[in-house]
């Protein structure tokens, strides 16, 4: 899609439809064409033989959406990610359609159709749990008063001038994600050298990168994430404006950059697209604490990480279950654990500074990225229950084993295992415990802890493994467990 999380509060602003011919010099000029030599679009129409897309591999919805617009007199071709996927031989995660049909004229021939978005209008065709995105042609005038685009300091606030199949092509991002696929004949129509980017396996920008950053930056976070989804490399020119630009990311709606933060590292190449934003300098304009914590050369800290990241996608992979929670749990954890340490009080309750640091923490990273509050919860909860794992103690291990978000804090407590042996040895000691039969374990665990209090901020593992319990015989006349 090419606009994320924006909400319906526009729905009734009004919209003046722009059919007008692509005046080819000047709208390559607005966009800085001229500028690369290699970006000026020669229309390449590849032939069904010439390629490899399949319409076994498009989904039905997708299909019929686009056979709906065709018989209705539209034009409609399947379009960006879908088909670059496509022609890759990948599976794309979803189909999105662009049309000469303006938003209403969609909404007029679905009825499972709604529409969306102020900033970037289009219209959601929902068949089961299966949404079809479908924006009509957008155009390239940069002028105010023609249609409905807003552009403030260079950055495109809303985008809702229609325009021609052309124009829309130069409106994209990367020229891998311009190609148009015809199911009126199935060929592919390649604008702007996207087909010659797959072949060379490099992410180039449309036009001259630092308009295109300044008009939507979270285009530079597109280019990590596709580069590490893809396996792709970014063009020198496309990647050489991120440390200048890179601060723009904080003018960006923190809800958009908690939808890119999805896409990122929970659709299976998070481990991938995490370098790539560290290796482009990005990591710190979304993930502040992270790349604070990191610059201080904790070790332990980035192999929690990357290892998290990985055990992520390895879950996505195998089709299991992931919440965000765990893995902003992950990112966070370094920089939350030393606010901890430091504001923890020799001889006082830990808690207290724990919670403080948690709040501290995910306000700043809100301000970002906003985390919504059902998750900045649960990683609250996987945080505050570190220092409980210390507490071996027969009471509180069945509290803790009890605890809803046990599973979490204790796959995290795993994670772990990389800052010191003493955390490893505790995760062997819980996963050992978890194990056991209830009888056994308390018998295997002491009504008071030994040696260490509750809250400590340095775990280490004071307790041996529970054994099994060994039969004693009572002494005579007495009375009481353990
Ligand atoms: P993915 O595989 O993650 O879905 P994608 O390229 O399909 O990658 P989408 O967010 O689904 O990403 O966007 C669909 C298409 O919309 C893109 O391929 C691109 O053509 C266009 N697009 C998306 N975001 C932008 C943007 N910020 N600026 C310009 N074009 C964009
Ligand atoms: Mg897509």
């Not at 509180?396 to 800052?419: I, N, S, Y």
């Amino acid at each position: 899609m090419l606009a994320a999380s924006d909400n319906e509060a526009g729905a009734r602003r009004r919209f003046r439809p722009c059919h007008r011919k692509l005046n080819a010099p000047k709208d390559f000029d607005r966009l800085n064409l001229k500028a690369r030599n290699d970006a000026k679009p020669v229309l390449r129409i590849i032939p069904r033989e010439q390629h490899t897309i399949s319409r076994k591999n498009i989904s039905k919805a997708a299909l019929r959406v686009l056979y709906r617009l065709n018989e209705a007199g539209y034009t409609a071709y399947l379009v960006g990610g879908a088909v670059r996927d496509l022609l890759l031989g990948g599976h794309p995660k979803d189909f999105d359609v662009a049309t000469s049909a303006t938003p209403d004229e969609v909404k007029k021939l679905f009825r499972n159709c709604r529409l969306i978005g102020r900033r970037f209008r289009l219209a959601h065709v929902v068949y089961g749990n299966e949404i079809i995105e479908v924006a009509t042609f957008r155009g390239t005038s940069e002028e105010e008063g023609e249609g409905d685009r807003h552009i403030v300091d260079g950055r495109i606030v809303r985008d809702n001038v229609w325009g021609t199949i052309e124009e829309d092509a130069l409106r994209r991002d990367f020229r891998v994600n311009a190609m148009y696929y015809d199911i009126s004949d199935f060929s592919v129509r390649d604008y702007v050298g996207g087909i010659q980017d797959l072949h060379d396996r490099v992410l180039r920008l449309i036009g001259d990168p630092t308009t295109r950053y300044r008009e939507d930056p979270v285009r530079m976070l597109r280019a990590a994430r596709l580069a590490a989804k893809l396996d792709f490399r970014i063009d020198p020119e496309a990647s050489a404006p991120f440390s200048e630009l890179g601060p723009l990311l904080s003018g960006v709606a923190p809800a958009r950059l908690f939808d890119e933060s999805l896409k990122m590292f929970l659709t299976g190449h998070g481990l991938k697209s995490f370098r790539m934003l560290e290796q482009c300098g990005l990591l710190k304009f979304m993930f502040p604490a992270t790349a604070r914590a990191l610059k201080r050369g904790d070790k332990a800290l980035r192999s929690l990480i990357e290892q998290g990241l990985q055990n992520t996608d390895e879950r996505i992979h195998e089709g299991k279950s992931v919440t965000p929670a765990f893995l902003f749990a992950v990112l966070l954890w370094g920089e939350v654990r030393d606010l901890a340490h430091t504001w923890t009080t020799p001889g006082k309750d830990a808690n207290e500074a724990w919670s403080r640091a948690a709040m501290h923490v995910v306000a700043e990273q809100c301000q970002r990225v906003a985390i919504p509050r059902r998750f900045t919860i649960t990683m609250e909860e996987i945080w505050s229950l570190q220092p409980r794992f210390e507490q071996i103690q027969r009471k509180k291990v069945f509290r803790l084993l009890a605890h809803p978000r046990f599973r979490a804090a204790f796959d995290f407590l795993l994670l772990r295992a990389a800052e010191s042996p003493a955390i490893g040895e505790l995760g062997q000691w819980w996963a050992h415990a978890q194990q056991l039969p209830h009888e056994t374990l308390a018998a295997a665990l002491p009504l008071q802890q030994h040696g260490g209090s509750a809250g400590d901020t340095e775990p280490s593992a004071r307790a041996s493994a529970p054994r099994k319990r060994k039969r004693r015989r009572k002494p005579a006349g007495k009375s009481g467990t353990t």
